[in-house]
């Protein structure tokens, strides 16, 4: 019997993990496939694959207030590493007011991160549609502060790519949502 009670609750563990699993593809795909928010459907997937809160969604809007808050810890995590090359005595001058700029940058965007957020919870799509928009500009000018300098290479462009596509994913979410 308790045989049994066990092997129910593996099948029905392992039926919730694929119907979570499923959802995640399907959003991802979803979002990638009039690439209207230039989402990667593999670098959606794999964002979401080792996720916990994630694997607990139970539909597409669990996945927006999942993909926000991954873009929140994001953007300070590069904060955090914008703070580590400015602490780097080699940097130069240019890089330097480049790399501040930076900072600036991702501070306002994971504020408006974080205004989306509690938009998008308040069922103001509007308004969280327009602060997560106003964070995909951080990585864009981010990129464009070191081309303008005297051509200098960006430190950050894997980092800006990232966040990019992270920011553009619960906007693609939010689509689903709302339709």
């Known amino acids: ?5 066990i092997s129910c609750l593996l099948f029905f563990y392992l039926l919730l ?15 990638s496939k009039g690439n209207h928010a230039n989402v990667k459907l593999d670098f959606c997937v ?18 927006v207030l999942v993909s926000i808050e991954t873009a929140i810890a994001n953007a300070t995590a590069i904060g955090s590493k914008i703070s580590k090359l400015l602490d780097n005595k080699h940097v130069g001058m240019f890089a330097r007011n480049c790399l501040k700029d930076c900072s600036e940058l991702y501070s306002l965007a ?3 991160l974080e205004t989306g957020l509690d938009a998008f919870q308040a069922v103001d799509y509007g ?4 602060e997560i928009s106003a964070a995909l500009d951080a990585p864009v000018t981010c990129e464009d502060q070191f081309k303008e300098k005297k051509g200098l290479v960006s430190p950050l462009t894997k980092e800006n790519n990232n966040f990019r596509q992270l920011t553009a994913i619960p906007l693609a979410f939010m689509k689903m949502v709302q339709q």
């Open 46 to 63: 794999s964002g979401f694959k080792g996720n916990p809160k994630a694997k607990a969604a139970y539909g597409v809007a669990d996945l």
């Open 110 to 112: 994971g504020f408006s």
């Open 127 to 130: 308004t969280a549609n327009a």
């Open 1 to 5: 019997m308790k045989n049994s009670h």
């Open 17 to 31: 993990v694929l119907a979570t699993s499923d959802l995640i593809q399907k959003s991802c795909y979803e979002a």
